[in-house]
């Protein structure tokens, strides 16, 4: 497969590749030189590194508030 490298220094990894690595969008490589060849690897991401971000943009604390808020009325409902 050929691959171009652009002006600013930039490769794209054609889709059958990324495919086959199963990569993705946002996923992280590791580049080295070894024996005057440019290698490219995917970097494996721990438990931790994947779920980062993962509740970006909702409001964790909100949410556990409202539902206990239900759990007491809820309690109250049954004792009155």
């Not at 590194?49 to 239900?70: K, M, P, S, W």
Request: no cysteine.
């Amino acid at each position: 497969m050929l691959i171009r490298l652009s002006s600013k220094g930039q490769i794209v990894i054609p889709r059958l590749i990324r495919k086959q690595l199963h990569l993705k969008r946002g996923d992280q490589l590791r580049a080295h030189v070894q024996e005057g060849k440019i290698v490219i690897e995917p970097i494996e991401m721990d438990a931790i590194d994947r779920l980062h971000g993962i509740l970006a943009g909702t409001n964790v604390l909100d949410e556990l508030e409202e539902e206990h808020r239900q759990e007491v009325e809820n309690d109250r409902n049954l004792f009155t």
